[in-house]
């Protein structure tokens, strides 16, 4: 659900499924960052949410990715005018953080792989996608 004022859409989010069914399926759980205005995509979080913790401006909800919840994820995070619900997402493996999706979708980084797994990620999006590989990421 989105809000006017909310910047930074991604213009195309067909990633979505293929980052969630490729690069998901031995992250633990999700921190996610939403503005405290943004009442509506919280409260879907809230029921999910091993624990909620307001950070100045930001709620901060941490979910554990079990299957029914990575398939919400998956089905139900693409917001009316295309960007994601949410602010931030940071997908953990054993408390390791491996990727985070900002603005909404716009910006994602991928922890610890090595440059032929980078281009292998950078194949899910479009041509039109900017992509930087860092070697400094891939331990």
Known sequence: MSIDGKSSFASDTS??????????NEIDDVIIQ????????IGELKPRAISTINEGLIKVLTV?????????FR?????????LKWFKMFLNKAG???LEIGHYGSEII??????????????IFTSSATSSFYDENAD
Do not use: C, H, M, Q
Not at 15 to 24: A, E, G, I, K, V
Not at 75 to 83: A, E, L, Q, V, Y
């Open 75 to 83: 089905n139900n995070s693409i917001d009316p005018k295309g960007g």
């Open 15 to 24: 990633f979505w499924t293929n980052l969630w069914d490729l690069y998901t």
């Open 34 to 41: 939403s503005w405290k205005e943004e009442v509506e995509v």
């Open 110 to 123: 991928l922890y610890k792989v090595d440059e032929e797994e980078a281009v292998k990620f950078r194949s």
């Open 96 to 98: 390791d953080e491996r």
């Open 64 to 72: 554990n990715l079990n299957e029914e919840n990575r398939t919400f």
